[in-house]
């Protein structure tokens, strides 16, 4: 099960740290995913570490604004969020997928599990 939890309401500008709570397995040997869905819109992948740690990518319009990690101790993974913009504005969920090919990494079909979303606020 994921746990996706920090969202809030933030000032343009601000900063948020998601965290995905993996219970019931490790999860260190799955990829991770987090993706967006404002209302209205299509769901939008934000960012991925590949299970193997040496892939990450990113969607262009967060690129050097947002960092994802992974904390093995704790069996969560990350997602930090810097000079969020009105547009960053959704609901965010946390997806994961045990092994797979990095080329995946974008594609919300590929992941198995998902977790119940945290809601992003950002105010003009």
């Known amino acids: 099960q994921l746990q996706a939890s920090g969202g809030g309401l933030v000032q343009a500008g601000g900063s948020l740290r998601l965290s995905c709570a993996a219970s019931g397995r490790t999860f260190s040997s799955y990829s991770m995913g987090w993706f967006r869905q404002a209302p209205g819109k299509e769901r939008e992948f934000v960012a991925a570490?590949?299970?193997?740690?040496?892939?990450?990518k990113y969607v262009d319009s967060v690129k050097g604004r947002c960092t994802i990690s992974r904390d093995f101790a704790k069996n969560t993974v990350n997602l930090q969020m810097n000079s969020l913009k009105p547009e960053d504005a959704a609901v965010y969920s946390c997806?994961?997928?045990?092994?797979?090919?990095?080329?995946?990494?974008?594609?919300?079909?590929?992941?198995?599990?998902w977790g119940q979303g945290t809601q992003v606020t950002v105010s003009s």
């Open positions: 997806a994961a997928r045990e092994g797979g090919s990095a080329s995946n990494l974008m594609l919300a079909s590929w992941y198995y599990y």
């Open positions: 570490i590949h299970w193997s740690g040496r892939i990450i």
